[in-house]
């Protein structure tokens, strides 16, 4: 069973302008340099010789990530960060004020608003029950998928359930250790767009039986250990099941 979502990388051009974007306009604290091992408490890494950073959100590591190697991360990933409801306010004004153009979207009694980072991707505040302050998790990722019925095949294979189906068929919403929205091509909400090539890390005691879980369904194995496995799932995306 998967207990957690672990990781989420995005590919970054530039990582001065990465970095700005999510410590400085979002808060998020800086865990690690993933490259070097320099912590946090470090000075600022030079950009052109550092190709990783890792900051947090809540206990998920949003990872920005250059791209010389693989996995590369997602591109034009929508992803949504999970923020106190009575800090709703607070966010529209502090971003409205740096100069962002936003979007909204009401489901239920909560409220999202929607912004785009210096890559591209789409970023969503959404009002949740979480303690904050400031951003505190992240609660959705969409993946763009060639074919709803098999990534969603794989994806409850490994414990997530239907949530929502879209009238035309261009969605699936699944419940799990973090919503996961499959979308064949299409622009969403704000214009987002599902990403291509994510990266995803899922805490769980059992890596090995998620692997068994989804052995007939997955592209390709990358690596296997009793502790880490890392498969492709049917569409490309990186999914690795980590031991906590």
């Known amino acids: 069973m998967l207990t957690g979502l672990s990781w989420l990388a995005l590919e970054v051009k ?50 920005l990530r250059r791209p010389e190697s693989v996995p590369r991360g997602g591109l034009h990933t929508h992803y949504a960060f999970s923020i106190p409801a009575a800090e709703y306010d607070d966010w529209w004004t502090r971003l409205t004020d740096a100069g962002y153009e936003l979007e909204e979207a009401q489901f239920g009694p909560a409220t999202s608003l929607y912004l785009y980072d210096p890559d591209g991707n789409c970023v969503e505040l959404g ?36 949530a929502d189906t879209g009238e035309n068929r261009t969605r699936v919403r699944l419940d799990g250790p973090v919503a996961l929205e499959l979308w064949e091509p299409h622009l969403g909400i704000a214009n987002a767009r599902g990403g291509v090539h994510v990266d995803l890390g899922f805490e769980t005691e059992t890596p090995l039986a998620e692997l068994e879980a989804v052995a007939d369904r997955v592209r390709q194995v990358d690596r296997k250990t009793d502790d880490e496995v890392v498969v492709r799932d049917p569409d490309g995306h990186v999914v690795t099941f980590v031991s906590p």
Request: glycine share 6%.
């Open 14 to 63: 530039d990582l001065d302008a990465a970095r700005e974007f999510y410590t400085d306009l979002l808060e998020l604290p800086v865990r690690t340099d993933r490259e070097t091992g320099a912590a946090a408490s470090d000075p600022k890494p030079d950009s052109e010789s550092n190709a990783e950073l890792a900051v947090t959100a809540g206990d998920t590591s949003l990872i």
């Open 127 to 162: 009002q949740q029950d979480v303690a904050g302050p400031g951003i505190d998790g992240i609660f959705e990722v969409v993946l763009e998928v060639e074919s709803l019925d098999r990534a969603r095949s794989f994806y409850t294979a490994l414990g997530f359930e239907t």
